[in-house]
C-alpha cells in the first residue's frame, strides 16, 4: 500500500547549494553551516527511507496559468541556473521520472477543476530549486524517481493546499512510498549580502511556524498561514509551505519531526526540517 511516509521543508539556495558548499567544505560565510549540515542530514535520512518516489515542489518552478506535473520518464540535462550562472552553471543530471504518478496527479487535479498541465518532454527545463537540493543531497545516486510539481501565480493558497491533498492522494493509490519535498525558504525579504540574518520579527515568525510543524498541529499552522504570509512574506507566497501542509493533512498522520537546522541567505529564512510518518 502507498503512503506519504516523508515530508521535507528544504533549502536550495545557491549558497547551500553549490559543488563547494556540498562537497567540499568551502562555505562563504560560518552561519551557512547548520543548513549545509542540516541538508546532508536529510539527505541520509531519505537514504533509508526506501522511497518509490520524490514529488517536489521548488519554488522555481514557475508557471503562470496552469500547475504543471513533470512526467517526464526520464529527468536528464544540464543546468546553468539563469539567476546565478556563476554559481550553478554546467551541472549535469540524469535522475528517473515516474509518468504514471504523475499522470495520475493530472488525473485528480483536473477532475477538481483545477487548470493543470502534465509535461513529458526530455527538454522540458527543470530549475535549480529542483535539482540542485536532489542531486547535491536529497539522492546524490539519482536513483530514486522524482516528479516536480510547479507553483503556479495565479493559484492562490487553497489551490495550492488542494494540490498537495491531490499528491498524497495520489501516491497512495498508486502504492507508491513518497517523499514530498517543498524546496523553498521561509521568510523571504531579500536583500544583497549572502550572509544577511531575516530581522530578529520575521525570524521569530519562522521559529512559530517550525514549532507549530514540529509539535504536529498541521490544522493550526493551515489556519495560521494566510497571517504568516502577510507578516513573513515566504518565497512564492508560501505556496509550497500550502502545498505542504495539503500533503500532510490529507494523509491524516502524525510525523515524527527533526528540525535539522535554520540559517541565512540574503534576508531569507531557510529551515530543514523532516517529517516521517509514525
Ligand atoms: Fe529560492
Redesign the pocket.
Known amino acids: 500500500m502507498g503512503e506519504l511516509s516523508r515530508v521535507c521543508l528544504s533549502v ?2 545557491p549558497r547551500y547549494c553549490t559543488y563547494e558548499a556540498a562537497f567540499a567544505g568551502k562555505l562563504a560565510h560560518p552561519d551557512f553551516r547548520a543548513v549545509r549540515d542540516g541538508l546532508i542530514e536529510q539527505g541520509r535520512e531519505l537514504a533509508t527511507a526506501q522511497l518509490d518516489v520524490i514529488v517536489i515542489n521548488s ?2 518552478l514557475v508557471t503562470t496559468f496552469p500547475t504543471v506535473v513533470d512526467g517526464t520518464p526520464r529527468h536528464r540535462g544540464v543546468l546553468t541556473a539563469q539567476e546565478v550562472p556563476e554559481l550553478i552553471h554546467g551541472v549535469e543530471y540524469d535522475f528517473p521520472g515516474d509518468y504514471d504518478l504523475a499522470a495520475a496527479m493530472i488525473d485528480r487535479g483536473a477532475a477538481a477543476g483545477l487548470q493543470c498541465v502534465l509535461a513529458n518532454d526530455i527538454h522540458y527545463p527543470l530549475d535549480y ?1 529542483t535539482v540542485m537540493p536532489i542531486v547535491c543531497y536529497l539522492d546524490r545516486t539519482q536513483r530514486v524517481p522524482v516528479v516536480p510539481i510547479s507553483v503556479c501565480l495565479v493559484a492562490d493558497l487553497e489551490e495550492s493546499f488542494a494540490w498537495g491533498q491531490h499528491i498524497a492522494r495520489s501516491v497512495a493509490a498508486a502504492g507508491r512510498r513518497a517523499a514530498f519535498v517543498a524546496s ?2 521561509v521568510s523571504h525579504k531579500l536583500v544583497r549580502g549572502p550572509e544577511t540574518w531575516p530581522a530578529p520579527v520575521e525570524q521569530e515568525l519562522d521559529r512559530r511556524f517550525a514549532q507549530m510543524l514540529a509539535d504536529g498541529e498541521y490544522a493550526k499552522l493551515w489556519a495560521w498561514l494566510p497571517e504568516y504570509v502577510e507578516a513573513a512574506e515566504p ?1 512564492m507566497g508560501g505556496r509550497h509551505l500550502a502545498m505542504m501542509l495539503g500533503a500532510i493533512l490529507e494523509t491524516g498522520r502524525s510525523f515524527a519531526a527533526t528540525v535539522y537546522a535554520y540559517g541565512p541567505s540574503s534576508g531569507s529564512g531557510n529551515y530543514v526540517i523532516s517529517l516521517a510518518a509514525r
Open positions: 536550495h539556495t519554488c522555481h530549486g523553498g525558504s518565497e
